[in-house]
């Protein structure tokens, strides 16, 4: 089955000659999240700006829900709502109008019962008058949400939802975007934070330089890239890392209570059992083990670092 976006061969080239975007293909599911990770300037923005309407791809193409961004731009684009990074929103108007003004003009007739359901989900009816000059920082995003779904989209962009905010506000917009999982919608959001990525999305594609560089579902990539550190809790303290075990990369912790020591789980052998049975071998007691996966941001660097290696070989 199709996807509710279907990207074949995208290209951009700038008037500059910068060539932001080389040839991405990407189909995404009716209700999936898809996070967007890339470094600055890898042609995030512009994949957005071009499924948007807002820049003209130089090859290939996007349909939205069937419908060609190109051809049958007008369809295509009642199904998608943008919420900008930058908050811009007209300060002495009320919630309410604002949002009713933003659905006016997508063309739509008023829909006062729809506007009510967004606000109430984003837990903004009880300001529906306020002015929104007088909403903190977090209620501004969720009128910017509110805005981007005032015409009913199938389909919602956010461009990094939380840059710069602080970490009460960032959960709070991860659970604003749950709900709207939940509602059925369709989210692509770009984004800087990886924690975010992890915590969100079904999906997760690389872009780095242009190019999609990887697309996987976000527990497959956190398990096949992931490394791991196995923490091995000691009876009794050591001053020193035994020599028998010398040069496999372990560390010591400061009390000498606690060796440390990284693998990768896509290795044939990790080396665990050989290390388990060398501490025995030493007469170094073990109390407990644990590991721990490391996060998206440790895969990532490690991702962009191969496929460049992959790329200049
Ligand atoms: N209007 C434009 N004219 C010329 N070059 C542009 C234009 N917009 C973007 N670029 C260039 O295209 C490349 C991709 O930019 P884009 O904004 O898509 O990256 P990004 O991944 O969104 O970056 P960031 O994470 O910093 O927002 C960059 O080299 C950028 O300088």
Redesign the pocket.
């Known amino acids: 089955m199709a996807g509710i976006i279907e990207i074949e061969n995208l290209s951009k080239q ?3 000659g ?1 060539k ?1 975007l080389s040839d991405v293909s990407l189909s995404i599911e009716e209700g999936e999240i898809i996070a967007l990770l ?1 470094p ?8 957005i700006s071009i499924i948007c309407g807002l820049v003209v791809p130089t090859g290939g193409s996007v349909r939205v829900g069937g419908h060609d961004i190109a051809t049958d731009w007008r369809a295509a684009r009642r199904l998608i709502g943008l919420v900008p990074q930058e908050i811009a929103l007209e300060p002495f108007e009320t919630v309410m109008n604002s949002v009713r003004f933003t659905r006016g003009l997508y063309g739509e007739g008023r829909d006062d019962a729809w506007i009510e359901q967004v606000l109430r989900s984003l837990a903004l009816w009880g300001k529906r008058d306020a002015a929104t000059k007088e909403l903190s920082g977090g209620m501004k995003r969720r009128v910017l949400i509110a805005k981007a779904l005032s015409h009913k989209p199938k389909v919602l962009f956010l461009d990094e939802p939380t840059a710069g905010v602080d970490v009460a506000l960032r959960r709070e917009m991860w659970q604003v975007v749950e709900q709207l999982r939940r509602d059925g919608v369709t989210i692509i959001l ?1 984004t ?1 934070y990886l924690e975010e990525a992890e915590e969100m999305a079904d999906r997760v594609g690389v ?1 780095d330089r242009g190019r999609l560089v990887l697309v996987k579902p976000t527990a497959e990539l956190m398990g096949e890239f992931g490394r791991k550190t196995l923490t091995i809790e000691l009876d009794a303290p050591l001053t020193r890392i035994p020599d028998r075990l010398d040069g496999r990369g372990l560390r010591l912790a400061a009390d000498g209570r606690a060796l440390a020591y990284d693998y990768d789980t896509r290795a044939e052998r990790t080396g665990i059992a050989r290390l388990l049975g060398d501490l025995a071998a030493e007469g170094v007691t073990v109390r407990d083990v644990s590991t721990r996966q490391s996060n998206l941001e440790e895969i990532f660097m490690t991702l962009v670092s191969e496929t460049r290696q992959e790329v200049t070989a």
Not at 40 to 47: E, R
């Open positions: 700038y008037g500059s910068t932001a890339g600055n300037g890898a042609g995030k923005t512009t994949l770009t800087h872009i």
